[in-house]
């Protein structure tokens, strides 16, 4: 959990391994469309930062977080080094949110698991639309940067396992 001080968006950049001939996929939920494309702005803004050409971002939709897992299934196959799974789940007032957080959690767990290409979880479960808005882009930062980040270390990770 990110504690309240905590700016998603800061990391050190001499740190970050040359992401320049990584190639990557980033899914993205259509629910909650305003945090979530706060959430792929920051991720894809990272790793242009941090040297991945436009042409080697591969960008899907999927209508909701319970989808994202098998968008990055399907994602693992297009050839990229790490998959970003975005999304957004605001507590509401049916248990329906704690389905879809499970779901979505442990599905892109079991992928990072049984298949080779690292999925970045980068799904927002907040109880309030202002807790999502202060975390995609708002006053502490983006987690979508913080996904960008872990995302090219992962693809790291493996090129180096």
Not at 51 to 72: K, T
Not at 120 to 134: E, H, S, Y
Request: hydrophobic share 40%; charged share 20%; net charge neutral.
């Amino acid at each position: 959990m990110a504690t309240e001080n905590k700016n998603l968006s800061e990391y050190d950049k001499a740190t970050i391994p040359n992401a320049s001939k990584f190639r990557f996929g980033i899914v993205v939920s259509e629910w909650n469309e305003k945090i979530t494309e706060g959430l792929y702005k920051g991720a894809y803004n990272a790793l242009i930062e941090n040297g991945v050409a436009p042409s080697n971002i591969i960008r899907w939709n999927v209508p909701g977080s319970f989808e994202l897992v098998y968008g990055c299934k399907k994602m693992q196959e297009q050839m990229v080094n790490a998959v970003i799974a975005i999304g957004s789940v605001i507590q509401g007032e049916t248990k329906h949110f704690d389905f879809v957080c499970e779901g979505v959690t442990q599905g892109i767990k079991d992928l990072n698991v049984m298949r080779e290409t690292p999925v970045v979880f980068c799904v927002l479960t907040d109880n309030t639309m202002q807790q999502a808005i202060d975390r995609s882009g708002g006053k502490h930062g983006n987690k979508g940067t913080e996904a960008g980040i872990a995302a090219i270390k992962m693809a790291e990770l493996r090129k180096n396992s």
